[in-house]
T-cell receptor, first 112, second 114 residues
Framework: SQKIEQNSEALNIQEGKTATLTCNYT??????LQWYRQDPGRGPVFLLL?????KEKRKERLKVTFDTTLKQSLFHITASQPADSATYLC???????????FGKGTSLLVTP | NAGVTQTPKFQVLKTGQSMTLQCAQD?????MYWYRQDPGMGLRLIYY???????DKGEVPNGYNVSRLNKREFSLRLESAAPSQTSVYFC?????????????FGQGTRLTVV
């Protein structure tokens, strides 16, 4: 069966450090992978999309890598800030071609 | 430009009652979705609509019905609510046709069935 796995344990890091979150998947052949941020009581908000032919993508302090051989994506936040504290979700397109399947998310806490 | 708007934001139902969750988008996207989010389970797709006039079951459709009223609106109906349907419900729409891109979510409806 298809699975999207993210670290279930919360990640606690100090302000200014780089946070690295992992997304592993099985039984997908994705054309792209997406990352979202979710704050408590809010809906997920899109951050980045990386296509299968892209190894790395950056947006401001965010960097995503995508290794289709390892079936893994890494999400990095450099120079992290307390405002980066949230749950981060990775997502892959469903076989139907419509909608996304989401991992359960990793909670990030950045402390001053 | 409101994006994706859901109503209501909060609702408490008694077991067996019915209700409809409303969702409207002003982004002119063809595809719309309903997800539920439960602690430890993540987001699970209930139903989706690829375009106006079409709907399909997702991962957890039992106990729900949907209507794609027009391009803008996609409603989710609980005919006879059960405590297992206590959850946070999100409506979403997705950019593009092929390939599709980023998804946009509403603010959610927190539903409690007692």
């Amino acid at each position: 069966s298809q699975k999207i796995e993210q670290n279930s344990e919360a990640l606690n890091i100090q302000e200014g450090k780089t946070a690295t979150l992992t997304c592993n998947y099985t039984n997908y052949s994705p054309a792209y992978l997406q990352w979202y941020r979710q704050d408590p009581g809010r809906g997920p908000v899109f951050l980045l999309l990386i296509r299968e032919n892209e190894k790395e993508k950056r947006k401001e302090r965010l960097k995503v890598t995508f290794d289709t051989t390892l079936k893994q994506s890494l999400f990095h936040i450099t120079a992290s800030q307390p405002a980066d504290s949230a749950t981060y979700l990775c997502a892959l397109e469903r076989d139907s071609g419509y909608a996304l399947n989401f991992g359960k998310g990793t909670s990030l806490l950045v402390t001053p | 430009n409101a994006g994706v708007t859901q109503t209501p934001k909060f609702q408490v139902l008694k077991t067996g009652q019915s209700m409809t969750l409303q969702c409207a988008q002003d982004m002119n996207h063809n595809s719309m979705y309903w997800y539920r989010q439960d602690p430890g389970m993540g987001l699970r797709l209930i139903y989706y609509s690829a375009s106006e006039g079409t709907t399909d079951k997702g991962e957890v459709p039992n106990g729900y019905n949907v209507s794609r009223l027009n391009k803008r609106e996609f409603s989710l109906r609980l005919e006879s609510a059960a405590p297992s349907q206590t959850s946070v419900y999100f409506c979403a729409t997705q950019k593009g046709d092929s390939p599709r891109g980023e998804a946009f979510f509403g603010q959610g409806t927190r539903l409690t069935v007692v």
